[in-house]
């Protein structure tokens, strides 16, 4: 089953890894700091190892983004994103596990303070969730 893992954040100023420039993170003890980033830094060993991580990029300052919108018939490309948005999507990773328990298991290690991450079942094209 293919998973995405969806990074929401809003570093200043960005960059990544997110946690590195969000407050929330910044802010906690330096111990706890680095068990996140360790258990982190584990479970992509561990998808690699096992054949789980299919792939995965951090995304660019979302100020440089352009939205493209259909208006009156055409495309239409505004500035991005939406200026309201507080968190951003960050980056993604592409996973293939057994189980959604599994995909589960691997995505609390990618959730920290200041970040939202979203587990969403990747569909096979014109078809039912995988």
């Known amino acids: 089953m293919k998973y995405v893992i969806l990074i929401h ?11 590195d ?11 706890i700091r ?5 258990d982190f830094e584990e479970v992509l060993v561990e998808m690699q190892a096992n ?3 299919v792939g995965g990029e951090a995304l660019g ?12 018939g055409n495309p239409l490309a505004v500035d991005g994103p939406y200026s309201e948005a507080k968190e951003h999507l960050a980056g993604f990773f592409l996973i293939d596990v057994e189980s959604r328990e599994r995909a589960e298991q691997i995505v609390t290690k990618f959730v920290g303070p200041g970040e ?14 995988q």
């Open 34 to 38: 680095a068990r996140l980033t360790k």
């Open 61 to 72: 300052d979302p100020t440089s983004a352009s939205l493209y919108r259909w208006r009156d």
């Open 9 to 19: 954040s809003n570093p200043k100023p960005w960059g990544h890894p997110t946690s």
């Open 51 to 53: 054949g789980e991580f």
């Open 116 to 129: 939202t991450v979203e587990l969403r079942p990747v569909m096979v094209s014109g078809g039912p969730d």
């Open 21 to 31: 420039y969000v407050p929330e993170f910044q802010d906690l003890p330096e111990d």
